[in-house]
Nanobody, 126 residues
Framework: VQLQASGGGLVQAGGSLTLSCTAS????????IAWARQAPGKEREGVSC????????FYVDSVKGRFTISRDNAKNTVYLQMNSLKPDDTAVYYC????????????????????WGKGTLVTVSS
């Protein structure tokens, strides 16, 4: 069972990146999927979440209108399209799967994650 995030890199402020999260060893069909990030010296923060059907999404206020989460269950992959990137978006981004992850309510909703993937680093230069 493995989740693998990819697509990170170095981008200038205002630029875009698309992160991918691919599962192996299990199907994502029955899991809500989250993207979380951790900047140096800060706690891990849940950024976005998508329900197992893809019909409902959540975004933290700081990324609303700039990030879009989507999923393709046929490809067992979830995406995070990130536009208008800011230096404050610099962090290691992780994807996570959880059957009980949706809805992402409460301050500790990330504790309901079943599987974490390895992160991918996003660096936004000013």
């Amino acid at each position: 069972v493995q989740l693998q995030a990819s697509g990170g890199g170095l981008v200038q402020a205002g630029g875009s990146l698309t992160l991918s999260c691919t599962a192996s060893g299990f199907t994502l069909d029955y899991y809500a999927i989250a993207w979380a990030r951790q900047a140096p010296g800060k706690e891990r923060e849940g950024v976005s979440c998508i329900s197992y059907s893809g019909g409902s999404t959540f975004y933290v206020d700081s990324v609303k209108g700039r990030f879009t989460i989507s999923r393709d269950n046929a490809k067992n992959t979830v995406y995070l399209q990130m536009n208008s990137l800011k230096p404050d978006d610099t962090a290691v981004y992780y994807c996570a799967a959880g059957i009980g992850l949706w809805p992402p309510t409460g301050n500790r909703w990330l504790e309901r994650v079943d599987y974490w993937g390895k992160g991918t680093l996003v660096t936004v230069s000013s």
